[in-house]
């Protein structure tokens, strides 16, 4: 399985269990917060005598673990995607050293801050909670909008730091700027040599077959007939392939009319049925629907040649910055992302646009074959 790597996004939390992580985070962030401040101050005052460094060494073992622990219970509880924070490697290390490189970690500091600010919001959502399970709509419509905020301050505050995000994002786009050159210089050399063994051995026979008629126009006019009309057959099977590996390249009907009507076209070239669902307004990108187009196109040729499916279903939709393209058939399944393999090769066309490919295939089916394409760059 391959899985994409979406932005971090906070959706609407479920109203129950806002209101459960609010009644149970004001008792929580209570006890942190005192632990928290008197054991800073305690071993700040008592550091010179020495006790207070391990005070302060408890403390901040505390603060982190409680950061853990919160960006767990806001994952689950608020739905917020909080991915584990991203903590300096303390392997091999003696306790002082260990300590210090913890008060040297932003993350540390960045759990510290939103702690001291979770316990005054904490006073503010408590009684929020508590009107909630007497007032419907407030559970029903309030409740949930505190808790998307509070899920996105959580986000800001516990997610990984903006130069991590940018540094990700870099390695993402050299990772698929790669393989869109490879994706595009294996694109030429298809089409170079459906040309070489197509479209221009066909000219060569044209030719040939004129240069035959030419020498013999005076002497054998039937000849001449018969090789003016064999020329003229390859010269409309040199077009007829020309026009073929045009429409390899960018089909004359996506352009003019579309997603819906080239995949129906397709469709209907099938072998197996294929039932196509596309509504995508506004009408997106040129690059990301001939992208879009032909992930669906060699998808549906490897589920007729490989699956086993009598039937297949296409939805393509679009959101505010993706468009999605999704195709299910009801194969044998067991398909996987090999290197070299025809999955790989959709991946490697998606990433041109810096798309994803998500591959589900269990054993025994269905397969779906899902495509995230980016609207902008």
Same mark, same amino acid.
């Given at each position: ?7 971090? +996004? ?14 149970? #985070? ?13 054991? %800073? ?28 622990? *919160? ?8 739905? =917020? ?26 993350? =540390? ?57 940018? *540094?990700? &994002?870099? !390695? ?12 595009? *210089? %294996?694109?030429?050399?298809?089409? +170079? ?18 240069? $035959?008629? &030419? ?14 009309? *064999? ?30 009507? %080239? ?5 209907? $070239? ?10 995508? +307004?506004?009408?997106?990108? %040129? ?17 007729? &040649?490989?699956? #086993?499916?009598? +039937?297949?279903?296409? &939805? /393509? ?8 393209? !999704?195709?299910?058939?009801? #194969?044998?399944?067991?398909? !996987? ?5 025809? /999955?790989?090769?959709?991946?490697? $066309? ?10 589900v295939s269990p054993a025994g089916g269905p397969t779906v074959i899902r495509a995230d394409l980016p609207c902008q760059w």
């Amino acid at each position: 399985m391959n899985s994409p790597q979406p932005p971090l +996004e906070q959706p609407r939390p479920n109203p129950a269990r806002t209101i459960v992580y609010m009644v149970t #985070g004001f008792v929580l962030r209570l006890a942190q917060f005192i632990l928290i401040v008197v054991g %800073a101050v305690v071993g700040g005052a008592t550091v010179v005598v020495w006790i207070g460094f391990p005070i302060l060494i408890a403390v901040t073992g505390f603060v982190r673990w409680s950061g853990d622990l *919160e960006r767990r219970w806001v994952r689950r509880m608020l739905g =917020t995607p909080l991915p584990p924070a991203q903590r300096l490697p303390l392997e091999g290390q003696s306790l002082s050293r260990r300590w210090l490189s913890r008060l040297t970690d932003p993350t =540390t500091w960045r759990d510290l801050g939103y702690l001291m600010v979770a316990f005054p919001l904490a006073m503010l959502e408590f009684p929020i909670a508590l009107a909630s399970v007497v007032l419907l709509p407030m559970a029903i419509w309030v409740t949930p909008w505190v808790g998307w905020l509070h899920g996105n301050l959580a986000l800001t505050m516990l997610g990984p730091n903006r130069a991590k995000k940018l *540094e990700e &994002k870099a !390695e993402h786009l050299q990772a698929s700027r790669a393989r869109g050159v490879d994706a595009a *210089e %294996a694109e030429r050399r298809r089409i +170079e040599r459906d040309l070489h063994d197509g479209a221009q051995q066909r000219l060569v026979a044209v030719a040939m077959s004129l240069g $035959r008629a &030419k020498s013999k126009f005076d002497q054998d006019p039937a000849t001449v007939r018969s090789l003016i009309d *064999e020329a003229h057959a390859d010269a409309k099977l040199a077009v007829s392939e020309l026009r073929d590996l045009a429409r390899g390249i960018y089909p004359a009907v996506l352009g003019d009319r579309g997603l819906d009507a %080239a995949l129906s076209a397709q469709a209907a $070239r099938s072998p197996i049925p294929v039932d196509v669902h596309v509504d995508i +307004e506004p009408r997106p990108p %040129a690059a990301v629907e001939t992208t879009a187009y032909f992930i669906v196109c060699e998808t549906l040729a490897n589920i007729a &040649k490989h699956s #086993g499916a009598s +039937e297949a279903t296409v &939805k /393509l939709w679009r959101s505010d910055t993706h468009v999605i393209a !999704e195709i299910t058939d009801n #194969g044998h399944g067991g398909a !996987e992302v090999r290197p070299g393999g025809g /999955l790989a090769g959709l991946a490697d $066309r998606a990433a041109t646009i810096d798309g994803v490919i998500t591959v589900v295939s269990p054993a025994g089916g269905p397969t779906v074959i899902r495509a995230d394409l980016p609207c902008q760059w």
